[in-house]
Structure formats: structure tokens, C-alpha cells
């Protein structure tokens, strides 16, 4: 199982420029995680600090009990190793052909023969959809080749945690939604830890476990999937519907004026992008058929229903209705009765949100007997 990663009161600044500021949050082991965030919000910062690259100001980022901000040079070289990136443009050499690519960083790591490094380049090649294309240079193959490259590459050292920044740019959505497929089959044959930072509202949408936001150098949110997909918060309804109406303006942060423009414009009826609501829960992309399911489901699942009574009633209604039967009855929940529809269709309709206690269904969830981390208590999770 992948490795759990643990940021708490996290800050980075540029001389006097705060990318963002006191980020608490913990990538449980094995799942997908997206962190979603416009244009210049620092996203590819988080990436690099989260691997040592760029030295926070403050704050800590914790992976398996070693805290890579403070740690020796020695031991951030020793940690870095269980990290697999996936940097936006795939990061190949030029003048290497795939092989030699995706090999260097066993040749550079690792006193691995030859024989080994070919059955692993080969066999990382063949995961990545890319046997047979051994001989190519990176100048010969798609922007979509390239980036599945750099994944085989990423995956040589066997990492317990991947991080890919903006693996859709660049791609088109055909292309895009293969990466996606591609990501979530690899977590069902690794059960590594992965991090996407993106723009992109589809991969956010069905691809991640957990999905978080950074908008004015903060976390907006970050936890399941569910509670951001269902969120009434005016910059995340704004972001996942691609609308210009919002907190969000050209350069990320719009002022009064624009703000107050804007909102007459829309009022004179003058459109504003899509007319579709783009919120709420979508399926989750699943393993292609004859792999292997993702272990990570069935753990969040746990998780999940233990912090379920914390969770906003969109997203509980939503996490509960995604239950099968025989899971519900596992869990000791019920659905609610059935909703009234939403004006927008957009597939699923969530139940009024009822203001109060927490349903007497949730108050009464047992302890799951799901639980499949080690005994030793190793795994979990937030
Ligand atoms: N090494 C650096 N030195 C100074 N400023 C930097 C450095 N790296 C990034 N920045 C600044 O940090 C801010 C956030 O950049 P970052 O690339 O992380 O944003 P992002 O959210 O990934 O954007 P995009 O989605 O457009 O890729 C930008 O204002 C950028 O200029």
C-alpha cells in the first residue's frame, strides 16, 4: 500500500509574495487525490514542496513519520525515492530513446543488471500502453505518448507515491480521458498514493478519491470527492461549472467593480458560458475490466463512514446513495426518502439538506468490519 502523506500548517512564500498559507491536510494511503486550483494559485509549488524541491516557510509534510521540512539532505535523498513524478510536459531527455528514458532511473538509483533493467523498462512500457514504441525519441511520439512516458518512467522505481502535475494539458479530451483510465488502472496494480493537480473539471470530476481546491493562497476544502462535488462554496461552484460570474476573475482574484459588472450583465440576461450545472456526483472511474479492483475503495469506503456524521448532508446524502444495498446494510444506513428534482437535471438529485442533528441513521453507525489495514495500525487514513 502506498505511503501516507501528512501536511499540516503548511506556508510557502516568494520573498514577500505568499503562495499559500497554513495547508492542513493528509493524503490517505493508497487513494487518489486531485487538487484542483485556477491559474497561478500555486499548485505546482504544493507539487515541489511536497517533495523537497522548495522548502516550505512553515509548517509540516510528514511522509511514513518523516518530516521532509525539517529532515537531514540525507534522508529527504532517501525519501524522495518512494516519489514517482509525473512533471506537465513528461520531463524526457531529448536525444534518449523511451528505453533509455524510462531506464535511467534504475541506472542512476539502482546496481540493477542490465537483464532486470530491460524486464522492468519493458514491463513499466507495457503498463503505460507503450510497448513496441521502445526505439522512439521523444521528438517522434504525441504530447499523449510523451506524457505516458514519463509515467513509465515515474514508475520504474516502484513508488509508493505519485505525484502528476497537470497530466491532461496539453491533451486533447479523448487523450485525456485514456491518462485518466490509465491512472486509475495503475492504482489498481500498485496501490500507490497519488496526487493530480489540475484545471481540468473532468478528470476532477470522475478520476479522484478525494478532491481539495487552492484559490486566494489557501486550501479552500479537501476531503472526499463528494463534499467538494456537491459544494454550494460560490468559488468552487464558480470553478467546477467553468463560469465567468464568480470570486474568480482573470487574474484569479476580481475586483468589486468587475464583480458588480459582471453580475449586471448576467442580470440583463447576457450568457455566461454553459447553461448546465455541472455540480454533483458522478461515478467514479473504475479499473478496466480483468484488472485487478482497487484496494483503495473498499479502505476509503471505511474511512469514509467513520467521519461521515462531520460531513456536509449533500455529501452525506450523496456518499450513502453511491452505497449498494448490501453495503448500506453492512454500514447500518438507509437512503432517505426520494428528493424532490433540482430545477437543472444534471443526473443525480440530492435530498433537501436538512438542517440539524445528524440523521438518527448515521448516528447509529456501527464500527465497520471492513477494515483491511494491517493490524500493527499502519494504514488508515484521515
Ligand atoms: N521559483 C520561484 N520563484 C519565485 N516565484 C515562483 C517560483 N515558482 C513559482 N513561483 C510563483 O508562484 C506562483 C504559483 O505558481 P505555480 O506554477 O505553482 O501555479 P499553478 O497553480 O501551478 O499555475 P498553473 O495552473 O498555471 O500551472 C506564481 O505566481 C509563480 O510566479
Redesign the pocket.
Known amino acids: 500500500m502506498g505511503a501516507e502523506v501528512v501536511i499540516e500548517g503548511l506556508t510557502k512564500s ?1 520573498g514577500r ?1 505568499t ?1 499559500w498559507r497554513d495547508v492542513t491536510l493528509t493524503l490517505p494511503p493508497g487513494e487518489v487525490s486531485v487538487m484542483l ?10 507539487l515541489k514542496s511536497m517533495i523537497g524541491l ?1 522548502k516550505p516557510d512553515r509548517g509540516r509534510c510528514e511522509i511514513n513519520g518523516v518530516d521532509i521540512v525539517t529532515c537531514s539532505e540525507r534522508k529527504l535523498y532517501e525519501i524522495r525515492k518512494l516519489f514517482g513524478v509525473l512533471f ?1 510536459d513528461g520531463a524526457l531527455f531529448g536525444s534518449m530513446n523511451l528505453y533509455d528514458n524510462v531506464a535511467f532511473p534504475l541506472r542512476e538509483h539502482t546496481k540493477k543488471s542490465e537483464a532486470e533493467i530491460r524486464r522492468i523498462v519493458l514491463e513499466k512500457l507495457d503498463m503505460t500502453g507503450l510497448a513496441g514504441a521502445e526505439r522512439k525519441l521523444p521528438g517522434e511520439i504525441s504530447g499523449g505518448m510523451r506524457k505516458r512516458a514519463g509515467l513509465a518512467r515515474a514508475l520504474v522505481l516502484d513508488p509508493e507515491i505519485i505525484l502528476c ?2 497530466p491532461d494539458s496539453g491533451l486533447d479530451p479523448v487523450r485525456t480521458a485514456y491518462l485518466s483510465q490509465l491512472l486509475i488502472d495503475l492504482n489498481a496494480q500498485i496501490d500507490a498514493t497519488i496526487l493530480i ?1 489540475t ?1 481540468n473539471i473532468n478528470v476532477a470530476r470522475t478520476v479522484p478519491d478525494n478532491l481539495g481546491m ?1 484559490f486566494r493562497r489557501e486550501l479552500v476544502m479537501f476531503g472526499p470527492r463528494e463534499v467538494l462535488l456537491t459544494s454550494e462554496e460560490p468559488v468552487v461552484s464558480q470553478f467546477l461549472n467553468g463560469r465567468r460570474i464568480g470570486p474568480i476573475g482573470m487574474s484569479e482574484e476580481k475586483d468589486q467593480a468587475t464583480a458588480d459588472a459582471e453580475a449586471a450583465h448576467a442580470a440583463a440576461g447576457h450568457a455566461d458560458g454553459f447553461d448546465e450545472d455541472l455540480r454533483g456526483i458522478v461515478p467514479q472511474l473504475e479499473p478496466t475490466p480483468g484488472l485487478p479492483e482497487r484496494q483503495a475503495v473498499r479502505r476509503r469506503k471505511d474511512r469514509v463512514m467513520r467521519i461521515i456524521h462531520a460531513l456536509p448532508q449533500q455529501a452525506r446524502d450523496g456518499i450513502i446513495e453511491s452505497l449498494t444495498p448490501e453495503e448500506r446494510e453492512r454500514y447500518g444506513v438507509a437512503r432517505r426518502p426520494s428528493p424532490s428534482p433540482r430545477p437543472r437535471d444534471n443526473g443525480w438529485h440530492p435530498p433537501e439538506a436538512v438542517a440539524g442533528e445528524a440523521p438518527a441513521e448515521i448516528a447509529r453507525l456501527p464500527k465497520s468490519n471492513w477494515r483491511t489495514d494491517p493490524p500493527d495500525g499502519s494504514g488508515g487514513g484521515a
Open positions: 516568494f509574495q503562495i486550483g485556477p491559474s497561478g494559485t500555486g499548485k505546482s509549488v504544493f522548495l506537465q502535475d497537470e493537480v484545471h487552492l
